[in-house]
């Protein structure tokens, strides 16, 4: 049915008009009343000059503009503090030094092939190579050049095993 005031479709048992609150026919036939005749829209509700007209206890903040909208208006956010710690284990990358290399370079190059491995190991080496070689007139290289061999494969193993430890990270070691 609709509504004889607005004529919007009223549901079906409806006493007022959910559009403009004027009693329906149904309503008014039950209840005896007698029609009211329409009232404009803008009778009704009127439509405020200016947002200062709007009463405060309308249900809504009292807008009052001075000047002409200009859009929304954005601000900074506040600064995020983060509260929880992640710990990130560090990756390390190495390049694992080869132990038959270590060997090959010592064995044709004596101290100097030790660099690979040690450089500490082809100073100290070099250095007393030839002090030794000097003084015996080279047969102390038949005993320097194997232990360059030695120092260089155990050098390069160490390394090997030093960075794989360091690779697993920190370890908790019970001290009894």
């Known amino acids: 049915m609709y509504c004889s005031a ?4 009223n549901p079906d048992g409806a006493q007022f008009c959910p559009a403009c609150g004027q009693p329906t026919a149904a309503a008014i036939a039950r209840q005896g009343l007698q029609s009211q005749p329409p009232i404009a829209r803008a009778q009704r509700m009127p439509i405020p000059q ?3 007209s709007i009463p405060s206890n309308a249900g809504i903040e009292s807008i009052a503009h001075s000047q002409p909208w200009q859009g929304p208006q954005y601000s900074q956010p506040s600064s ?3 509260t929880q710690q992640v710990q990130v284990a560090p990756i390390v990358l190495y390049q694992p030094k080869s132990v038959g290399l270590a060997l090959a370079l010592t064995f ?3 101290p100097l092939g030790l660099f690979y491995s040690s450089v500490i ?3 100290v080496m070099l250095i007393l190579s030839v002090i030794l070689a000097a003084t015996t007139f080279g047969v102390s290289l038949f005993f320097t050049w ?3 061999m030695i120092w260089g494969a155990i050098a390069a193993s160490n390394y090997n095993s030093a ?3 360091a690779a ?3 370890t908790q070691i019970n001290k009894y």
């Open 6 to 9: 607005c004529g919007k479709l």
């Open 108 to 110: 044709f190059f004596g």
């Open 121 to 123: 190991g082809g100073v």
């Open 168 to 170: 697993r990270g920190p």
């Open 163 to 165: 960075m794989a430890l």
């Open 146 to 148: 194997p232990a360059c």
């Open 50 to 52: 200016s947002y200062e």
């Open 80 to 82: 995020v503090h983060v």
